[in-house]
């Protein structure tokens, strides 16, 4: 795992976005994973206006998101977020973009299925995500054990489909973001501390190119 530190948040998003664009660039037919946290919002804006200047093609690209939550449990979808700040404004074709189900009847074939449609086109390229203050990513929540794969997780709002540690594991590329002092001193866990199912983005520190991106607030404490 690389880490790289920059002076604030604007500076740290502008670097992720320039990552991920660069991505595009040299892949046009990428496989990208997206997070829809908020503090991600900044990074999709000016990817945004990279398409806008002329700088980025998505026609080719697909996408994953890496999990939505279950409609009957929250009304606010991963979907509707990703498309307010960013589908809508590139040209990435609807039929190349997929997401968890947000309804079924049987949650275990919904996952499987999932995994599968991730696995036929080869995995994924790359994954933009944000680690939170409790050191999950996606929505793999510290845990005595972790689901691999795609599964069903239940949080605070209800309950989320979301694709596994080895699944994110298994990407090619992770750039990961942290960003403000809340997240200083899970910082230090995730970079260097026990490799632990508590802390699941410690897991990145044994990917081979996976990237943290912090501001000056959360490296605090590295």
């Excluded at 998101?65 to 498309?83: F, I, K, W």
């Excluded at 995995?123 to 793999?140: F, K, M, P, Q």
Aim: proline content about 4%; overall charge negative; some cysteine.
């Amino acid at each position: 795992m690389s880490i790289l530190v920059y002076r604030d948040k604007a500076r740290a998003c502008a670097a992720a976005a320039t990552m991920v664009a660069s991505c595009v660039i040299e892949k046009p037919s990428i496989v990208l994973g997206f997070d829809w946290e908020p503090e991600l919002w900044p990074t999709y804006r000016t990817l945004v206006r990279m398409t806008a200047d002329g700088l980025l093609d998505w026609s080719d690209t697909r996408t994953f998101n890496l999990y939505e939550h279950v409609q009957a449990d929250s009304a606010q979808l991963c979907e509707t977020q990703l498309r307010a700040n960013f589908y809508d404004y590139v040209n990435i074709i609807p039929e190349n973009r997929a997401r968890p189900a947000t309804s079924g009847a049987n949650w275990g074939v919904i996952c499987h299925d999932y995994e599968d449609a991730i696995l036929n086109v080869g995995g994924i390229d790359t994954i933009l995500c944000a680690i939170r203050s409790d050191g999950s990513v996606a929505y793999n929540l510290g845990a005595q054990e972790l689901a691999p794969v795609t599964h069903v997780e239940r949080a605070g709002q209800g309950r989320v489909v979301t694709v596994g540690m080895a699944t994110i594991m298994s990407a090619k590329r992770v750039v990961a973001v942290m960003m403000g002092s809340d997240k200083a001193d899970v910082a230090g866990l995730v970079c260097s501390g026990s490799i632990t199912p508590g802390i699941p983005a410690s897991y990145l520190q044994m990917h081979v190119n996976a990237i943290l991106i912090l501001d000056e607030d959360a490296a605090q404490r590295i």
